[in-house]
């Protein structure tokens, strides 16, 4: 039985303080989930031009794709006899959200994957090297989170390449994975477009957390430890309340289970 933490529960509360006041920003992939609204600022609109975010000579270049032989095209679990798995989350929503959310899984050991929204990124352009020095993995998760796989093929590139030049930009390094927006796996087209664009392979997930649905903090923990097992990649999403409540818990069963969290190039490595 998953041993319920409220102290640890309200410390990472705490560390969000403030952030939760009219509800945290979608940042989900389900087929209710209304895709981001708004246009970037000229200034947003160029990472480079913010100071804070972009990459400059004196920062570490950032991992680039790798292909992992023996590994299918999309990628939905790492292997079986490890007692590793890999939490990757959905890069999107309020930054101080993320932050606090980053900070606990450090304190913990843990680390993550994080597939980053490209507008996201226009708007918090200093969030990418945030993930990158706590150790975590960066990847490409579409310009604008639409559904990828509906698009027509020249507007689906788009969507892969921009966010891979925000990347480049940032970090020296489009992103060590590309995930679709909207679907758990790539169509074929969108598939040969990613690798096009330069990663070997799409990251899927075989554990579906349902966080965007704001289930509560309870029922994101029981989702994840009922089906989580030797070397799953489990699907989570930034910007929910809920998500950052139940990391300590989930965290916390992990470690009792003996799986540590690892990135998703360590789990595949």
Not at 229 to 244: C, E, I, M, P
């Amino acid at each position: 039985m998953v041993r319920v933490t409220p102290t640890d529960r309200r410390e990472v509360l705490r560390a969000g303080a403030g952030l939760m006041a009219g509800g945290a920003l979608a940042a989900g992939c389900g087929a209710g989930q209304a895709a981001p609204t708004g246009t970037p600022s000229a200034e947003s609109a160029d990472p480079a031009a913010r100071t804070p975010g972009h990459a400059t000579a004196g920062a570490r270049a950032a991992p680039a794709p790798r292909a992992y032989p023996g590994e299918p095209a999309q990628i939905t679990h790492g292997p079986r006899t490890r007692p590793q798995v890999a939490l990757t989350f959905h890069g999107q929503g309020d930054p101080a959200l993320a932050h606090a959310l980053l900070s606990e899984a450090e304190r913990r050991g843990a680390r993550l994957t994080v597939l980053a929204v490209g507008t996201w990124l226009d708007e918090h352009p200093e969030v990418a090297r945030r993930i990158l020095d706590g150790g975590h993995d960066l990847g490409n998760h579409t310009q604008r989170h639409i559904a990828v796989n509906a698009l027509a093929e020249a507007d689906a590139r788009k969507e892969i390449t921009d966010c891979a030049d925000r990347l480049q930009r940032l970090t020296g390094s489009i992103g060590t994975w590309f995930r679709p927006s909207r679907s758990p796996t790539a169509s074929p087209l969108v598939g040969r477009l990613a690798r096009a664009a330069g990663y070997p392979h799409v990251l899927s997930y075989d554990v579906d957390s349902l966080d965007y649905t704001r289930p509560g903090a309870a029922a994101v923990t029981r989702k994840v430890l009922s089906d989580v097992r030797n070397g799953s990649v489990v699907s989570l999403h930034f910007g929910y309340a809920d998500t950052v409540a139940a990391l300590p818990d989930v965290l916390h069963e992990l470690d009792r289970r003996g799986l540590r969290a690892v990135t998703t190039t360590e789990l595949l490595s």
